[in-house]
């Protein structure tokens, strides 16, 4: 008779079975996904350090009104060599060297070098210092602010040792990764990680979109490449996250994605040309996405402001507009949308596709050149105020059609319109998104409000749709504007 608590042995040898067969697929997908970690990277580090440089630069800086007059220093005194050096470095004209030190590349035998531009950012002159004690004069091809990227140029006696871009694209969490640079000034140091994560936005500039990784990076490796396992440059190491200044494995790279356009231009041209449409955007939350009726997660970038003369206004775009597709290419989130506009070609006709009241639309647009000196902003057009002020609250709020008083006591720019927010009620939504007194109404639910009653109305408009929240578009005292979603319940 058998034991009802005890297992038949069938079903034992079925279980032991797929127990076998489940743990012999873990292993496949495992074996199909891992990749060894490599014995060494001596023959890699070993073909690529000859050409990763060192970055050192002299600025001539003013010296104090009064010359300090050199010490009286007996002859033949063991300090009286090093007062002579430091004073005559001071030199003739009261000017004093001030050195810095950071890391390079070099992209082309003939002698064009990569680096950071906060690495010679201000100097009077660059020298490039190579892996076998040579150094370089070099001159400054051109620079970009925005991608902290610089190009230079030497004159080299013979071809020099060169490596090239490869596609940061490719890359994948957990791939390993080399950083080559000078930490600390000690001369080339080699470190080997991991990619930690990829688009990584750490607010250094608007086309964030670093790689970062635990390959160690310290002061003086800025400026450095850092390379995959086929030796190819993937990032140029930029940043790091630390309170002593030294590697705590968070370290960001500027993908050779963004990098490798960027020192395109700066060779053919001496300077960036970059897309630009005209919009001002922001991120679209889940309160916005739910009062523009976008379905599914919150998506794109939501247009906040056109300019009146730029591509965007041509093309038919409008504020509360959320761009979903630019030129073929899905935008994700608001930070996509700059980095691909200022990749796309100018003059070229492109598709945008919007999401325009609920509803897909897509635009024929021809992109325009950001001029980089003098970027030019988004303005709105606002509606024109009542001739008779009017007060109103709803929203946590009180709104007043404009005036000159009130433009006085809010600091408000002579051509502000609008209706002006006078009050923000302690502890309400509104006061939670940072609206303050001072902020000027646009529109509400992307209609205009011409008076303080138009508010009240186009709110009882929403509660009967059955909405939960209003969309308020909002200018601040710098006229920069923004959308807010406040709850209306």
């Known amino acids: 008779m058998s034991d009802p608590a005890r297992p038949s042995a069938r079903l034992v040898r079925s279980a032991v079975a797929a127990a076998l067969a489940a743990t012999l697929a873990i292993g496949s997908v495992s074996q199909a996904y891992a990749r060894p970690a490599p014995d060494s990277f001596a023959d890699l580090a070993e073909g690529l350090v000859d050409a990763v440089v060192n970055i050192s630069t002299s600025q001539n800086a003013p010296a104090a009104d009064k010359a300090v ?3 009286q220093v007996p002859d033949g005194s063991p300090f009286e060599d090093f007062f002579d050096e430091f004073f005559n470095k001071r030199g003739q004209g009261g000017a004093k060297k001030q050195s810095s030190l950071g890391s390079g590349f070099v992209i082309d035998p003939s002698g064009i070098v990569v680096t950071n531009n906060h690495v010679i950012e201000g100097a009077d002159e660059i020298t490039v210092n190579f892996n076998d004690g040579s150094k370089l004069v070099a ?7 925005k991608t902290d990227m610089a190009v230079l140029r030497v004159k080299a006696p013979k071809p020099l040792k060169a490596v090239s871009f490869g596609d940061a694209n490719a890359l994948r969490v957990g791939d390993w990764v080399l950083a080559v640079g000078n930490p600390f000034g000690l001369g080339g140091s080699v470190s080997a990680g991991i990619v930690s994560a990829r688009n990584r936005n750490i607010n250094s500039g608007p086309y964030d979109n ?28 930029t940043a790091i996250i630390s309170p002593s200044g030294g590697s705590i494995g968070i370290g960001f790279s500027t993908p050779s994605s963004t990098a490798k356009p960027v020192v395109d231009q700066l060779l053919k041209y001496g300077e960036t040309r970059r897309g630009w449409v005209g919009v001002r955007v922001q991120q679209v939350t889940d309160d916005i996405a739910d009062s523009l009726g976008v379905a599914g997660p919150p998506k794109g970038a939501l247009i906040a402001g056109v300019n009146d003369d ?6 038919g775009l409008q504020t509360g507009d959320v761009v979903i597709k630019f030129d073929g290419k899905v935008i994700r989130e608001m930070r996509d949308l700059p980095r691909v506009v200022a990749d796309t070609e100018i003059d070229k006709e492109v598709e945008v596709v919007v999401l325009r009241k609920g509803k897909e639309e897509t635009l024929k647009l021809k992109v325009g050149r950001l001029e980089e000196d003098e970027p030019k902003k988004a303005a709105l057009k606002a509606p024109k105020p009542s001739d008779q002020p009017k007060t109103v609250t709803a929203l946590g709020l009180t709104f007043q059609a404009l005036t000159d008083e009130l433009r006085t006591k809010f600091q408000l720019k002579p051509d502000a319109k609008g209706l002006v927010i006078t009050e923000v009620k302690e502890g309400s939504k509104a006061q939670e998104n940072a609206i303050q007194p001072g902020d000027v ?8 409000v011409d008076t303080p009653g138009d508010v009240t109305g186009r709110i009882e408009e929403l509660k009967k749709d059955g909405k939960k929240t209003a969309l308020l578009l909002l200018s601040n005292k710098q006229g920069d504007v923004r959308f807010v979603a406040v709850s209306i319940e």
């Open 139 to 145: 001159e400054l091809v051109g620079k970009d602010v």
């Open 210 to 237: 670093f790689i970062q990784t635990d390959a160690a990076i310290n002061k003086g490796n800025s400026g450095g490449p850092l390379f995959n396992m086929a030796g190819e440059v993937v990032g140029i190491n």
């Open 310 to 315: 730029g591509p965007a206004a041509r093309a």
């Open 69 to 71: 007059p050199p010490p």
């Open 441 to 448: 109404l646009l529109e509400v639910a992307q209609r205009t």
